[in-house]
């Protein structure tokens, strides 16, 4: 099994681009979820779907962020218009039941400029 | 909400010696605790879990962790530390309900001296 997979690794773009971040959870999860990494705030679950419908969208940071999941095997996260203090780590993770723990991809770091 | 606390932000060991990061969790049933590891670059690992039965729980690249009621915690130990486990640690939590995610502590970094 290859794994979640995250893409980009790292993206670098100017303040107010649109930003799409990609992930491809692993087949048979039925979880998935976004979190964000930062040095300030640490770990914060973003949003997170069950059978590709956005179960818990609380922590959506505001009305630029938002999440899509249009099949089992894909989800995108895109912050529109990006801004420097949306820079981070962004992680997908999935989950087989929701409760035996997640599996992480290895993240996007994104910076804004 | 349940919630966990790494009281330990930096950590600093020397090579072979034992180790013991704590966590200390809030919650009112028995929880359902996970460790994670994360090595620089990389995504988060799980090392073992924690739903009922058996205190002590065994997990990957040698780790366990012990749980305990009356404390409230959920240690995770080593008896001999490699320089590669040199990496940020994270306890969770599994919110009930409903809901399926999973809360994090902030981390503890360990660092491992030759």
């Known amino acids: 099994d290859a794994g979640v997979i995250q893409s980009p690794r790292h993206e670098v773009t100017e303040m107010g681009q649109e930003v799409t971040l990609r992930c491809k959870p692993i087949?048979?999860?039925?979880?998935l979820f976004w979190y964000r990494q930062t040095m300030m705030r640490g770990l914060e679950l973003l949003i997170y779907?069950?059978?590709?419908?956005?179960?818990?969208d609380s922590g959506m940071p505001e009305d630029r962020f938002s999440a899509k999941m249009p099949n089992a095997s894909f989800s995108t996260l895109k912050i529109q218009p990006s801004e420097p203090r949306d820079s981070a780590v962004y992680f997908c993770?999935?989950?087989?039941?929701?409760?035996?723990?997640?599996?992480f991809g290895s993240g996007t770091r994104l910076t804004v400029v | 909400a349940q919630s966990v606390t790494q009281p330990d932000i930096h950590i600093t060991v020397s090579e072979g010696a034992s180790l013991e990061l704590r966590c200390n969790y809030s919650?009112?049933?028995?929880?359902?605790l996970f460790w994670y590891v994360q090595s620089p670059g990389q995504g988060l690992q799980l090392l073992l879990k924690?739903?009922?039965?058996?205190?002590l729980v065994q997990g990957i690249k040698g780790f366990d962790a012990e749980f305990n009621r009356s404390q409230s915690s959920f240690n995770l130990r080593k008896p001999s530390v490699h320089w590669s486990d040199a990496a940020e640690y994270f306890c969770?939590?599994?919110?009930?309900?409903?809901?399926?995610?999973?809360?994090f502590g902030t981390g503890t970094r360990l660092q491992v001296m030759l």
């Open positions: 993770a999935s989950s087989y039941n929701g409760v035996d723990g997640y599996t």
């Open positions: 779907f069950n059978n590709n419908v956005p179960i818990d």
């Open positions: 924690y739903f009922s039965g058996d205190t």
């Open positions: 919650y009112g049933a028995t929880p359902y």
């Open positions: 087949s048979g999860h039925d979880y």
């Open positions: 969770a939590v599994r919110n009930t309900g409903t809901a399926s995610k999973l809360t």
